[in-house]
């Protein structure tokens, strides 16, 4: 290391140039892989050189025999969220630490706005319960639950600030559903400010009526949330989410897509050249409803919505994501502990809290199954975590890849690391781990965010508080 005097003397010679440079590593991005050195300067990547003098950086990261690949882009998570008269037991800092720890440097959250609510009063809120807490970057889309005409202009100021998605949901009627009439104003009016919006596609109707049958017959442990919810269910609101944005001449982007079947639907769309796109969860790739077969309630770790499915759905969402008929990976991540707040459904599977912890594992989990798995390579990997998120939700190119002028959110990936993933050792504030005795090859060894080494081997070294709220661009660029 140099000392302050060399340092200063550097600098009049104009030698001295990175604050931190990472060596001898192979970058990764969505389409390129070569050995380079990185070079950072005020938190974004200043140079990329196959060689970069190490004596001209304060801080030298080894990157030997791991990827550099840019940062993760989780762009759906549910941090300190009401539901069910309970909250999600991480919080914008102890998730956030969690996310780094896995590899993900940015995140988008929900701002819910309830009945009644402006979407402005939705926003504020979830921005205080952010601020100065965040490990890692993060912005907000808005989940729209009532939406009058007088309310559609509020979407474009809220894109005008930076909130350039909205969320809507087919399911949960009287709680988050909206009506059809409502869902096309909605595409409408981002189909004129360039907005995206995703869709929680489940035909919530006939839902609640097969639950009220199952209740009725007695039939309340925690399987029964999975067996309530057919795929039909999601394969027909995903057509109908898909035939809506067509006749308003809108983008859509179907989360947490669970099944074959709305893959189906999905594909059929993207065939015809309709802007339709969807992401994919771990829990989808890695569970099934094989995992109700555990003792007593301990399906409740489970349940969350859309449920887990046969375990035959898991290979063709994993050839769906290597043929881009899904095109991104996020978690989903609503924890919420086995001890008192699962338990509160034990009686009735209606009451148990839905959402599952999945911020820290999401990298590890998708690397070991697609390119450990030999389903995809290490580019599309990137792509699926980082670069379409980033692209999808106007974050690129300041987010999402390793070039000149980003933002130097990396993580240097070690395709040998190896761990098993356990509720002992991961740091997500959740008594237990949906996937619990997996064992991953591929690990985030350090993570920097905006430049500053945030994890290094195992240990966090940044600070709450680091992260940015960011400003997203629209879809269409704008
Ligand atoms: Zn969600």
């Not at 060596?23 to 050995?35: E, K, N, Q, W």
């Not at 309310?151 to 350039?164: F, K, N, P, Q």
């Not at 000149?404 to 993933?421: K, Q, R, Y």
Request: aromatic share 8%.
């Amino acid at each position: 290391m140099n000392g302050p005097r060399t340092q200063r003397s550097l600098r009049r010679e104009g030698r001295m140039e990175f604050d931190t440079l990472i060596r001898d590593g192979t970058i990764v991005t969505a389409v390129d892989t070569y050995a380079s050195d990185v070079g950072i300067t005020n938190g974004r990547i200043a140079a990329i050189a196959e060689r970069l003098p190490p004596e001209s950086a304060r801080q030298v990261v080894s990157a030997q025999g791991a990827f550099v690949m840019p940062g993760g882009v989780d762009v759906h998570t549910h941090l300190d969220m009401p539901f069910g008269g309970t909250t999600s037991s991480d919080d914008f800092e102890t998730g956030t630490v969690a996310a780094a720890f896995g590899g993900t440097t940015t995140l988008i959250d929900f701002a819910i706005q309830y009945k009644g609510q402006t979407l402005r009063t939705a926003f504020d809120t979830w921005m205080k319960k952010a601020e100065g807490r965040a490990a890692i970057d993060y912005a907000f889309h808005c989940i729209i639950t009532d939406l009058p005409d007088s309310r559609l202009e509020e979407m474009d100021a809220l894109v005008r600030d930076g909130v350039s998605s909205f969320k809507l949901f087919m399911a949960y009627p009287g709680v988050f559903m909206l009506d059809d009439a409502s869902i096309f104003r909605a595409f409408s009016q981002a189909a004129k400010s360039g907005a995206l919006v995703c869709m929680h596609a489940e035909n919530g109707g006939a839902i609640d009526v097969i639950v009220k049958r199952a209740l009725a017959e007695g039939k309340t442990a925690p399987k029964y949330h999975a067996l309530t919810r057919p795929t039909t269910a999601e394969a027909e609101a995903v057509s109908r989410a898909i035939a809506l944005a067509e006749m308003a001449g809108a983008p859509v982007y179907i989360v947490h897509l669970s099944c074959n079947d709305a893959l189906e639907r999905v594909r059929e769309a993207r065939d015809r050249g309709l802007p339709v796109y969807a992401e994919t969860c771990p829990q989808y790739l890695y569970l099934s409803i094989e995992n109700f077969d555990a003792p007593g309630f301990e399906g409740a770790k489970f349940v969350f919505t859309p449920p887990l499915r046969e375990k035959w759905h898991q290979e063709k969402l994993w050839a769906g994501l290597a043929r881009d008929q899904l095109q991104v990976v996020s978690t989903d991540h609503c924890p919420f502990c086995y001890k008192e707040q699962k338990e509160l459904g034990r009686d009735d599977f209606t009451k148990i809290p839905n959402g599952g912890p999945g911020i820290e594992h999401r990298l590890s989990l998708v690397f070991a199954g697609g390119v450990g798995g030999g389903r995809f390579s290490v580019n599309r990997f990137v792509e699926l975590v980082s670069t379409t998120p980033a692209k999808l939700f106007g974050l690129f190119p300041r987010k999402g890849t390793v070039a000149v002028g980003s933002d130097a959110d990396l993580v240097i990936f070690d395709p040998n690391g190896e761990e098993t993933i356990s509720a002992k050792t991961h740091h997500m504030r959740v008594d237990y781990s949906m996937f619990e005795g997996i064992r991953v090859k591929g690990l985030p060894r350090q993570v920097l965010v905006g430049g500053k080494l945030t994890i290094d081997n195992g240990r966090f070294v940044g600070r709450p508080g680091q992260g940015q709220f960011l400003r997203r661009r629209t879809y269409s660029g704008v």
